[in-house]
């Protein structure tokens, strides 16, 4: 019977360091023999190399023991800067950041002089530990030692003050630098990313482009996010040119990534076409293409894939559930969508989240099952139910016009996050549409006094590689007055077709036809007039809302499909809508 590795004696001999230092290595990250390993040591003398000691404790600390590490580090009379810093990388690569800057702190108490090892891996520590003021004495302790100039040391605080938020202070650093490696560079455009400034991100990688350096693959997974947030097709499909042309190898993190940025540019069919291309895939993988599924609308294609990954692939999480329930939600299919949950802690032992209360509040409320939905929430969840799972309740109320349940779910949602203004704004909405108008004035009074607004929407739209953003009204595009112009147009065209605006939950302090004059200017309409008028014939639009559509926007693109004879992907806040010959993929589910 084999003794498991974690349990095995490690036998050598005292008489030279090479057999020792073969058995530190024997032992590995494990540390019951890394203690025998010690003992012997003792015994032998051998405990005072400083080289064997060092890597012992690398050792200890990447076994997860960091108290024995720091009894070790105690035990060694005079430590010097190498055993510091290889204690400090072990430390802060095992995600022990907390003992990484107090070994940082220890090592500058004997006097010791950092390296650029030393800060690279502290500041890491401090940017996993969101640690931005420590992190601001390390800079401060860097530039006074030195190393003002290192590239991989500046890299490091770029990344560090890109992930705490505070992108002024890393693009200063980042500018400051006299010579910038990929590593800069992907900080800083991963910061922008992260940070949902996906245009910055993609301004500055067309200057790293011009300024002669090449990508990686952590540029392009970046690149790639951005894109996927912006809609950005044409520059996600020249990422995936790249990589061909490059013969750069497509592993999970940059494959997950091409999918998430097809999926989210509206072309779910590439989407497809590279998951299966893809040699290895893991979870991510899987999720993510149940995901694309799920938003686009193809529900029965999502489970369809649950089931091959139940069957055949990695064995689901929860994000997994939460996507295959989200799909379940925006195709009505209630059953599927119960069985997907009933298997979660019966087949998995997945303790459902708030995200997978959300989703099947959702679902139930968009099939119209509002009481099914109420029983969901008072059996199936413990405590006070959290506001998102409210949040979706309430949608439902105002889709199917349930307006006393409605306002009753939106005083529960004013007592649980009074500073949130969208509840106050789908309320208000409630109101309107049960003609309580006195009521509508009260909440938007409300909303004045505690100083709320509502978000601003904007439509993006893609043409010849340059975005344009448009807002409701807007008029600071260079062609402003073609756009107006053609949109009035084009609604011309709309109600000889039979077009008619759904005013009724908009402004109803105001006359029929100021309604319908506001509801005409709404950002996705500039878009697609924008769109039609700069592309020829055939060519498909796309647009990319960063709110959910409003009921006339939906019934007037498709309208517009029609009597422009042109295929319109709209992506809203919540999921893709491909408008096409008067119909919508959504089915008018949604």
């Known amino acids: 019977m084999e003794v498991p590795e974690a349990h095995r004696t490690i036998c050598f001999s005292s008489s030279s360091h090479s057999p020792t230092y073969q058995a530190l290595l024997q032992a590995g990250p494990h540390l019951r023999p890394l203690k025998q390993v010690h003992a012997r040591m003792i015994v032998s003398g051998l405990h005072r190399s400083r080289a064997l000691i060092t890597k012992l404790l690398a050792l200890t600390c990447t076994a997860g023991s960091i108290g024995y590490s720091r009894l070790l580090l ?18 802060s690569k095992s995600g022990f950041s907390s003992d990484a800057i107090f070994f940082y702190q220890r090592m500058l108490l004997t006097q010791l002089g950092p390296s650029n090892f030393t800060f690279t891996s502290v500041v890491k520590a401090c940017a996993d530990l969101s640690a931005l003021e420590i992190g601001r004495v390390v800079h401060s302790h860097s530039l006074a030692c030195g190393f003002d100039s290192d590239c991989f040391v500046q890299a ?20 400051r630098m006299p010579e910038r490696t990929i590593v800069a560079w992907n900080a800083m455009i991963s910061g922008y990313e992260q940070n949902g400034l996906g245009k910055e991100a993609v301004e500055l990688f067309y200057q790293m482009r011009d300024a002669g350096i090449k990508p990686d693959s952590a540029t392009l997974v970046s690149l790639l996010s951005a894109c996927s947030h912006l809609g950005h097709l044409s520059l996600g499909q020249w990422v995936n040119d790249y990589i061909v042309d490059h013969g750069l190898d497509v592993n999970v993190i ?6 998430n940025m097809y999926s989210r540019c509206g072309n779910v ?5 590279t998951f299966d291309g893809m040699i290895e895939r893991n979870v991510i993988a899987w999720t993510a293409m149940i995901s694309g599924y799920g938003m686009h609308g193809f529900g029965d294609e999502a489970v369809e894939l649950f089931h091959r990954m139940r069957a055949a692939g990695p064995r689901p999480n929860d994000i997994t559930f939460v996507a295959v329930l989200s799909a379940c939600a925006h195709a009505g299919l209630v ?4 069985e997907a949950f009933a298997c979660m802690e019966q087949d998995y032992g997945l303790l459902p989240r708030v995200e997978h209360h959300v989703c099947m509040v959702d679902m139930f409320g968009r099939a119209g099952f509002l009481d099914e939905a109420i029983q969901f929430i008072r059996k199936s969840i ?96 260079p062609q402003t007055e073609e756009i107006y112009g053609y949109l009035e147009e084009l609604v011309s065209r709309m109600r000889e077709a039979g077009y008619v605006p759904e005013t009724e939950s908009v402004m109803h302090d105001l006359e029929e036809e100021e309604r319908e004059f506001a509801l005409r200017f709404h950002s996705e309409k500039l878009a697609i007039a924008f769109g039609l008028m700069n592309t020829g014939g055939g060519t498909l639009i796309r647009i990319v809302k960063n709110l959910r559509m409003c009921s006339d926007c939906h019934l007037a693109i498709k309208f517009i499909s029609i009597v422009a004879c042109r295929e319109i992907i709209v992506r809203d806040k919540h999921r893709f809508h491909h408008f096409k010959e008067g119909s919508c993929s959504c089915q008018d589910y949604w």
């Not at 940059?254 to 999918?259: A, H, R």
């Not at 069919?269 to 076409?273: D, H, Q």
């Open 156 to 175: 490091a605080f770029i990344s560090l003050y890109a992930k705490s938020g505070d992108l002024g202070t890393a693009r200063k650093v980042f500018d």
């Open 254 to 259: 940059l494959g997950t990534s091409l999918i």
């Open 382 to 477: 413990c405590g006070e139910p959290a506001a998102a799972v409210w949040t979706a309740m309430l949608g439902a109320c105002k889709m199917h016009k349930d307006f006393d349940l409605g306002v009753e779910v939106a005083e529960r949602l004013q007592s649980i996050e009074p500073e949130n203004p969208g509840h106050y704004v789908l309320l208000s909405n409630i109101f309107a549409l049960a003609g309580r108008m006195d009521q509508v004035e009260m909440v938007r009074n409300m909303m004045i006094r505690k100083g709320l607004k509502k978000q601003v929407g904007y439509s993006l739209i893609e043409i010849d590689h340059v975005a344009h953003m448009f807002r409701m009204g807007d008029i600071s595009h």
């Open 269 to 273: 069919s590439k989407a497809r076409e």
């Open 335 to 338: 059953r599927e969508g119960c």
């Open 74 to 91: 105690f035990s060694v009379p005079n430590p010097d800067s190498f055993l510091f810093n290889s204690l400090i990388k072990a430390s």
